[in-house]
């Protein structure tokens, strides 16, 4: 059942080990089928390299196994939070990729110094609060989940594909899986970028909003005129 | 038509790839044909490793492409602009690699500590001022090719084949598509090592005028005794 | 004699090298038969892509050569030391990986700053006392696996997989040569990403211990729920 | 004429390349044959990956082309003053590996911080003068080799295989190009290490003499103990 479904979430899970974004079995991805409702995961603990589409697992939306023989990733009550508050998106990241890490840990959002930031994220991208001891005790994927829904109260998960849990690391996301695959590698690239750029001089200002806008809008939306078509996937 | 330099141009952007110049699609060279005034640019947004020599886009002095079925890099405007105000150029790269785009997004020059440095290029590698609202707003990418030429006023794209635009990232340019890029892997390098050198000693002298000068000339000009021959391509 | 013993442990070795752990030959990995109470090590000086199965050797609890022709690492005297107040060990791993080896210098704990490191360590990862004059030049290997015993006087090994010698570098271990190599590569990770944490933010706070304890009881222990099993190797 | 002596110094030179000290044609490795008082050396500007042991110099001791129909290396007459100077070596290297040459540009000498200098360098690795504008515009590769001689009037470069030119980047040497190239890859490692060590804490005082010179002697002189043999190539 949803073999491509499977299989283009197979394929981001391993992109995701092949751009270097996870080491070990740090990080997972994800897609949905929005007509039948049912997310394919990453099975816990399992070597990027040595998983196959057929590892890949089905859930519903309360995450019960649908089909596959492994245990769906540890972090899928997460995602399933995020299929639920964000109608507009198909593929969800998660990993513990390097400059997006820092941030997070410093519990600090990531400023937008450049275009390549623009590009891709309308905006610093956001850090959720830390969780709090009831909430890790209680059901902390799923919790892990609220913070962030809690978060983008104001913000648009469609402008802003990107979030970093304070403490923890980021989640990303997209249209499709191999978007969200794309979306974290430019997290990572504007991550390290905003660190380095900090580090030379504390002092420098965000870009100015009519360049953020421009460049956004280059790219996204209905006046992009970015790549080859205006339909992305 | 012009399928050597096509075929320049396709490499010249493989190697941008190759040599980690780019991640994703963030980066594109170009190269043109003087006798014809014809440009050969990368296609927008396709990925470096699916790229055909066929893919090139053919333009002409305006913009209008001339050969090619998909649509040329959305930088066209600021590559044209610096073939017209440069005349002794054949390659213009422009890439987001990581330590030259820190500089940028600084709004900073890149000081010449060392005699890498003082290989490729003759001085500071100068940054543009940012670009005003109505300069965004109305054409942004041919007012890109502007700031750059107006930085220019009094140096020589020869002895300096390297930019900063501020916020942005760097243009590099080169006799050949190939040596753009040579140049630009010159720029990350001397960027990773000026940032470094910064942040170990913040006082840190520019390297003395007569290093410089001579380092440049063993290179570069009529006296070069570097390498096999004068004459470089 | 111990086929698959020295199987695993020439496989660690080789991964170390693979997963970018060691440089020339700064490193090497050794594992447990608890019934013959033997050890199989490293040669001392060998490159890890030249050597094979058959060149690792066999020593006893004294460091005596049992089987093989080359010499054992010169710090079989600290890997012993180890294997002997640790009895619940079954493999380590001596490196001089980059970020790890940096707070060795430093003398300092890596401090938990993240999710990512409370997946693996329970707690800040502890630093020995420097050696002494007298240590150094009686028995140095040996007195070096003493100041990591004296180190873990209140520590459990088990939960606290890792330890900085002063000056010098990491060593880690496992239940066997496989899971010491992973522990080493988490180790290098969360070490580059606490130095750059607190690069970022000096004062960023460590992880609150109810984060902490859910992260490691998570992987660890007889409440773990990540990955396929409960009984790892 | 002394195939096994291009041969060596064709690979010393390919593994720079492959083991990432250079880019683009920036460093180059010699050898000699102190016998014949010849020296073999790199072509200058030509491709790693495309050099062949028959495009290696030979030169004399004055730099004059003994066979070869390549032009030798600028660097030439900076290796023969150093082979002149220093009876006990075989091989040298020149880089613009980035740490090494951080330290360079900085004009500061690399601090010994750990073991892993230690190991390889018995002290901190020492930085030349700045050359004066006299000796840049007279004969400028012969007077680096002359600095780096004047910087060496009481140190044994047995002991201390590497010298940071200042301004430029590293020379190092060994007592065969191949050892000379491994001392290249430590230098690296222990210049990183040192710059984010003193970067975690910048009053880390250096190594113990104590430890320095017991690390030092497990690995060169008559009482070694580490590696196969005593006697190395």
């Known amino acids: ?14 992109d995701l080990a092949r751009r270097g974004l996870v080491v070990l ?23 990027y390299d040595e998983m196959k589409p057929a590892d890949i697992v089905l859930v519903d939306p309360r995450g019960r196994v649908v089909e596959g023989k492994l245990r769906p990733s540890s972090d899928t009550p997460t995602h399933l939070a995020l299929y639920r508050a964000f109608p507009g ?3 969800i990241v998660h990993a ?3 400059a997006a890490t820092i941030f997070a840990q410093a519990r600090r959002p990531i ?24 909430e890790v005790e209680a059901d902390y994927e799923a919790e892990t989940g609220k913070v962030i829904v809690e978060r983008f109260a104001k913000l648009d998960p469609g402008a802003m594909p990107a979030v970093l849990v304070a403490g923890h ?52 939306g209905p006046k992009a005129y970015y790549g080859q078509t205006k339909e992305k996937p």
Chains 1, 2, 3, 4 share one sequence.
Do not use: Q
């Open 169 to 220: 690391g980021p989640f990303v996301w997209g249209r499709t899986p191999d978007e969200a695959v794309r979306n974290a590698v430019a997290l990572e690239l504007v991550a390290s970028l905003a660190l380095a750029t900090r580090h030379l001089d504390p002092r420098v200002p965000e870009l100015p909003a009519y360049i953020l806008s421009k460049h956004h809008k280059r790219k996204h």
């Open 96 to 98: 513990h990729s390097p």
């Open 89 to 91: 998106i198909g593929g």
């Open 111 to 134: 400023p937008c110094l450049g275009t390549t930031h623009a590009d891709h994220f309308a905006g610093p991208v956001p850090v959720t609060r830390m969780l709090r001891k009831a």
């Open 25 to 47: 079995t740090f990080g997972n991805a994800s897609g949905i089928d929005r007509k039948r409702g049912l997310v394919a995961i990453k099975p816990s603990g399992v070597e």
């Open 1 to 14: 059942m949803l073999d491509k479904l499977r299989r283009d979430v197979w394929k981001a899970n391993r």
